[in-house]
Structures are given as structure tokens and as C-alpha cells.
Nanobody
Framework: QVQLVESGGGSVQAGGSLRLSCAAS???????MAWFRQAPGKEREGVAV?????????IYGESVQGRFTISKDNAKNTLYLQMNSLRPEDSAIYYC???????????????????WGQGTQVTVSS
């Protein structure tokens, strides 16, 4: 098990930027790590995932492709999500998740992960 703690959420106007962080209690190089989000009344949605070790090529959800960037610093055991060109529809609680292994093609599915943070709220106003 790994404990995850998100930070960096807040309120921003449309077009603005935020950077989320997720501090892990164990080495981030050991885990596949991802960001998810959940808006009120909606299902949890996969935002981005980065691989084990140095990370490889990240995978992004279609709605954030080209605007969000996932990265990790294994020396600091921290996962990041840089969010640019934010839109009101990006408003949600953002969760960090980790897994030691997932089936191919399931990296953006919440059911693939067994370690979750408590979430951080992001609100984008128009």
C-alpha cells in the first residue's frame, strides 16, 4: 500500500492554469500513477496516467489532451499535473491514484487502481 496526498487545487478563471501535486509515501518509480477527476453527479473520469520507473509516454484522456501534462519526480516521490487553458467543465475533485500493475488498456479506468488520495477541489469560473 502507498499513501497519497494531493495538493494544489483552488479556484481559477477560465483560461488560467493550476499545478496539482501528489505526495506519495513510497517511491513513485515503483508504481503506475494517474490522475482522475469527478464532478458532481458524474462518474470518475481518467485524466492522465504515467508509467512505472521513469514514466515512459503518458496517456491522456481525450478531454484534456494538449492542455494537461502529467509528470513525476521520483527523487521527491511526487506526481504532478500541470493544467493549462482551464475550462469551466474541468471543475471537479481531482484524485491521485497508484497501482503496481494494470492490464493493458486499463490505465485510465478507476477500477484498475487500489491506492487513492483524498482528492483536491478544482473550480474554474467562466
Amino acid at each position: 500500500q502507498v499513501q497519497l496526498v494531493e495538493s494544489g487545487g483552488g479556484s481559477v478563471q477560465a483560461g488560467g492554469s493550476l499545478r496539482l501535486s501528489c505526495a506519495a509515501s513510497r517511491s513513485t518509480s515503483w508504481y503506475l500513477m494517474a490522475w482522475f477527476r469527478q464532478a458532481p453527479g458524474k462518474e470518475r473520469e481518467g485524466v492522465a496516467v504515467i508509467g512505472i520507473g521513469s514514466g515512459g509516454t503518458p496517456i491522456y484522456g481525450e478531454s484534456v489532451q494538449g492542455r494537461f501534462t502529467i509528470s513525476k519526480d521520483n527523487a521527491k516521490n511526487t506526481l504532478y499535473l500541470q493544467m493549462n487553458s482551464l475550462r469551466p467543465e474541468d471543475s471537479a475533485i481531482y484524485y491521485c491514484a497508484a497501482a503496481s500493475w494494470v492490464r493493458s488498456g486499463t490505465g485510465l479506468l478507476p477500477s484498475a487502481y487500489n491506492n487513492w488520495g483524498q482528492g483536491t477541489q478544482v473550480t474554474v469560473s467562466s
